[in-house]
């Protein structure tokens, strides 16, 4: 063993290497790479792992340091933690498996790096020989305001570093390593406490501080330059080497006239745009897998969706026009559809052939009978090339009524539904369509139709959200999701509206599932409009439904594109009771920090790789119009520096994923798309199922019905092809009258599936033996609750009968099914579809001594009445009118609290439920409170004005309003 001056010398002798000479010109790249740190958090505010993550990642992202959270302790195993450069560790585990700690300690014994911080020497404290790795053990601490001391000025490490003082918990440790060379210490009375040291450890080295409880220190200069210098000391010289080889674009900065919304100083400077190759060096992608740029400008620009056709080809729109050019004649529109290919197989398009010009803001577009619906309000198009030139020759107009009045609001996210039909989401911008003396209206949620319709009863509303809605995702097994751009990044869709009208028409049919408030950056220069720090810009909910990925990906991910956040973020669902929930926060899949990357999408591609497309624009936001700027026709504020010159797409591979043989379909091609049928992707399968529907050929029955008795789950628990050949003989209309085919569903019940019993109850309720039916398979009482909640939806859409009355009203004494939200929700409902029931409402009117309207001025968050008077212990009526784009309300407070509940305002926007707290913070300072009222809708409220004469403050407490949407409410004597 080294003597501990030998140790020093050591260890001088290696930051000789490492800092002094820091061109590494002696070091041999072997590949240019940036440094791949895995950090282990953990589930818990106190030590809070992910702010100090997500400091780190924006502080040393651009310096070539990838962070990567986990809070999942079986990371630490040897495949996990591979092709790491070095584990950070900042943490409250107690102890540690045998075979955790074998992995831990090899990883740094082979060469890597160990980063442990603060509370990580209380971590694994029944190893031995981990705690010998930390160097020391956690014994306790008070927690106080402390300046560092350096041991040694001089020493490589910490030369660069100016002595600090911060406020943060006083550690002192036991079991200290003799091996262990001390760089910083506290003073503690008449002793010296260490406080950062370093070791080497077999082939590895071990970097150690004490400081770092909370964002006291978390957000110290010197401190994160301290565990910077740690970091570059920890890994080895190799990793170095190929941090120098690797080339990260230095973007230029001007002076700008650049909207303020947080209103920062200093100003927000104009980052001047990237090359696609400089971009992806500011891109932070998941370790092992590679991003791949397919298209970029010219034969891209502006691209805000896309999909693919049966043959695997890529289609693309392209919108200049977006977001203020709309037109009244639509035909003189600079957008368009092309179709991009890859013509000599080398990754890249090299082909592009436009489908459709003259198009103005088309937002989504989706396959269907042989052409493409496109969603371009006012109204869809559905077009179709029929001589074989990839070009448009037939324009048909389809459901006309779709708003205008803001562009980012209207119309999106056309797909193609499992149950033949199509689906999309649209925001406040709506859909208003009268025929006859019937009127179609609604807007902010999920909508479906049949397929190239012309007939506006055709289309339904499913589910409202609470916001402007740019996202719609499905799983293999049929659920739906969504995301709103505002403070709601997840949404699962529970029971349609056409249920809830039974009584609970107010219900949204759907449930904010958010988990976290925060999103993770990886730029120190993020620009929000509100929700400061969370997601305000969600535009999309696309589930890998592949299998090149690794298995936790599986049917289990949602990814979220943020563009505000410059991201595309990981969210994982799990089944909870007949819904689903975030489970944690999966933190990102693509991260950047050029302020120009907006993924705009992210979706499975053929090749079962997710497919990016980046808008690449500075400018992302909408609205509301910022000081200084004029509104245009799309309701978005008017800015020289929205680019309509770059775009690009991306696919992000998987390394050790499998490299799938292409694919072409054939709609007149039975074998084939049986076959396809079976694919281990969710794209071919949907495929193959709308093909064979639209190509109406009933012989293959019998192939479709053999597939539904032998499919079984896969390693995902997934029995994909069964579930769409369920829907396969549904949307052939086999299930009308076809004896073997009703057959085949009705056994298909007792499958061994949740996912098939699901589809088989939703694929059945229109034959006349479905109740039988289901009470024969007891899916009234099934293990899977989306099974039962699928029965009672069912219910809830057949005939009134008394019979299905009883099934209802049983089901409601069970009282697992009463504590399940949606079943219990889709049984009362459904039970008012199958018996009138009259409640008598007994009102007294209040007399109203004054009436106040106040309304909110469109694109200000500002209310358009900032004072009112009113008399002492009167009875008054308010009116909130919100003729705005977004959600507002309006809480009157006691005097003096402003500020207070503002701030408990800011807070409840971070919890999961605050969409439906309505954002308002439940404390004795507020005294009324409407909900949050939608886009050009009223609600009102008779309230009682105190005794008490003074000034009253009224707020607006949706996420950062309430600061400039405000008023007060003058109470006088009588």
């Not at 282990?40 to 070539?64: P, Q, R, T």
């Not at 026709?633 to 520096?641: D, M, R, V």
């Not at 199958?834 to 209310?863: F, G, L, P």
């Not at 507020?926 to 609600?939: E, G, I, R, S």
Request: hydrophobic share 40%.
């Amino acid at each position: 063993m080294l003597k501990p001056n030998a140790m020093n010398q050591l260890v001088k002798k290696t930051f000789a290497i490492i800092f002094v000479a820091f061109s590494f010109t002696q070091l041999n790249a072997q590949t240019p790479k940036k440094l791949e740190l895995l950090f282990l958090g953990h589930d818990s505010k106190h030590h809070n792992s992910d702010v100090l993550a997500s400091i780190m990642s924006k502080e040393y992202f651009k310096k070539g340091i990838n962070i990567t959270y986990t809070n999942n302790i079986n990371d630490l195993n040897e495949k996990t933690l591979k092709p790491y450069d070095g584990l950070i560790l900042y943490a409250n585990y107690d102890t540690i498996s045998s075979n955790h700690a074998a992995a831990l300690l090899n990883f740094v014994k082979n060469g890597k790096g160990f980063i442990p911080i603060h509370c990580a020497s209380y971590c694994f404290r029944n190893n031995p020989e981990v705690v010998e790795l930390i160097g020391g053990q956690f014994k306790e601490h008070g927690y106080d305001s402390f300046p560092s001391v350096f041991k040694d000025y001089n020493h490589p490490l910490i030369k660069n570093i100016t002595p600090f003082y911060t406020k943060d918990e006083t550690y002192t440790h036991t079991q200290l390593s003799k091996n262990i060379t001390v760089l910083t210490e506290r003073k503690d009375g008449n002793r010296k406490e260490p406080y950062t040291w370093i070791q080497n450890f077999g082939k590895g080295k071990v970097f150690y501080t004490a400081y770092g409880h909370d964002e006291n220190t978390f957000n110290n200069a010197q401190f994160l330059k301290l565990v910077e210098n740690g970091i570059l000391w920890a890994v080895n010289d190799n990793a170095i080497a190929n941090l120098k080889a690797y080339t990260i674009a230095t973007p230029t900065y001007t002076e700008a006239i650049i909207p303020n919304y947080e209103k920062r100083n200093p100003v927000p400077k104009y980052q001047g745009a990237l090359t696609p190759a400089q971009s992806q060096s500011l891109i932070q992608i998941p370790v092992g897998f590679d991003l791949q740029l397919f298209a970029s400008e010219p034969l891209i620009i502006n691209p805000i969706y896309i999909n693919w056709d049966e043959k695997g080809r890529l289609w693309a729109i392209e919108t200049v026009d977006y977001p203020n050019e709309v037109r009244e004649n639509k035909e003189g529109g600079q957008d368009k559809i092309v179709i991009l290919e890859d013509t000599d197989h080398d990754g890249k398009a090299d082909k592009s052939t436009v489908f459709a010009d003259k198009l103005n803001i088309p937002t989504s577009f989706t396959f269907s009978d042989g052409g493409i619906v496109v969603a371009q309000a006012p109204y869809f198009l559905f077009l179709k090339d029929t001589d074989g030139d990839d070009k448009a020759n037939i324009k048909d107009t389809i459901l006309s009524g779709w708003g205008i009045s803001d562009t980012h609001a209207g119309p999106s996210n056309l797909r193609y539904g499992l149950d033949n039909k199509l689906w999309g989401t649209v925001g406040y911008s709506g859909f208003v369509n009268a025929k006859g003396k019937d009127t179609t209206e609604f807007s902010m949620g999920i909508y479906s139709f049949k397929p190239t319709t012309k007939k506006v009863n055709d289309i339904e509303f499913l589910g409202g959200t609470t916001n402007n809605t740019w996202g719609l995702g499905f799983t293999e097994e049929f659920d739906i999701f969504a995301s709103t751009a505002n403070n709601t990044h997840s949404v699962f869709f529970g029971v349609p509206k056409r249920v809830l009208k039974n009584g609970y028409a107010e219900k949204l049919g759907t449930e904010k599932i958010d988990a976290h408030y925060a999103m993770h950056v990886v730029t120190k220069n993020l620009r929000q409009v509100d929700v400061f720090g969370g997601f305000t810009a969600a535009a999309g909910q696309s589930i890998y439904t592949a299998r090149n990925y690794p298995s936790e990906f599986w049917n289990k991910v949602a990814l979220v594109c943020e563009p505000t956040g410059r991201l595309i973020h990981k969210n994982f669902i799990e089944q909870v009771g007949s819904g689903f929930k975030e489970k944690g926060d999966g933190w990102n899949l693509v991260a950047s920090a050029d302020e120009w990357f907006g993924p705009i999408q992210s979706e499975v591609g053929p090749d079962g790789n997710v497919w990016i497309t980046d808008w690449y624009d500075f400018i992302i936001q909408h609205n509301p119009t910022p000081k200084g700027f004029d509104n245009g026709k799309g309701n978005a504020h008017i800015n020289p520096l929205r680019d309509h010159e770059r775009g690009r797409i991306y696919r992000l591979v998987y390394k050790d994923g499998a490299v799938n043989a292409p694919i072409s379909l054939y709609k007149n091609d039975k074998a084939g798309l049986l076959k396809a049928l079976r694919n281990n992707n969710m794209f071919w399968r949907t495929t193959a199922q709308r093909l064979l529907v639209e190509n109406k050929d009933l012989s293959v029955a019998p192939d479709l019905i053999n597939i539904i008795n032998t499919s079984n789950v896969d390693a995902a628990g997934v029995n994909a092809p069964a579930i769409h050949a369920l829907w396969t003989l549904h949307g052939l209309g086999l299930l009308k009258n076809n004896a073997n085919a009703i057959a085949a569903a009705t056994k298909a019940l007792s499958n061994n599936s949740g996912g098939v019993r699901k589809a088989a109850v939703e694929v059945l309720k229109e034959t006349p033996t479905a109740l039988n039916a289901y009470q024969n398979a007891k899916v009234f009482e099934d293990i899977d609750y989306r099974v039962r909640l699928a029965a009672v939806i069912a219910i809830a859409d057949m005939k009134p009968s008394t019979e299905a009355y009883t099934i209802l009203n049983k089901m409601l004494l069970v009282k697992e099914n009463t504590d399940d939200k949606w079943i219990n929700l889709a049984l009362r409902s459904a039970r008012g579809a199958h018996i009138k029931m009259s409640k008598e409402k007994n009102a007294v009117a209040k007399i109203i001594d004054q009436t106040i309207n106040i309304s909110v001025i469109k694109n200000q968050m500002k209310y358009d009445l900032t004072e009112f008077t009113v008399k002492a212990g009167s009875t008054i009526k308010i009116n909130f009118i919100n003729v705005d784009y977004m959600q507002h309300n309006l809480l009157i407070l006691r005097p003096g609290s402003k500020e207070r509940v503002g701030a408990a305002a800011d807070k409840i926007a971070m919890d999961p439920n605050g969409a439906e707290l309505n954002y308002v913070p439940k404390m004795y300072e507020v005294l009324h409170a409407t909900p949050l009222v939608n886009p050009q809708k009223t609600f009102s409220m008779t309230i009682n004005v105190p005794d008490n004469v003074g000034d009253y403050p009224y707020i607006c407490s949706f996420p950062g309003h309430w600061r400039i949407m405000n008023g007060v409410m003058k109470v006088i004597a009588k």
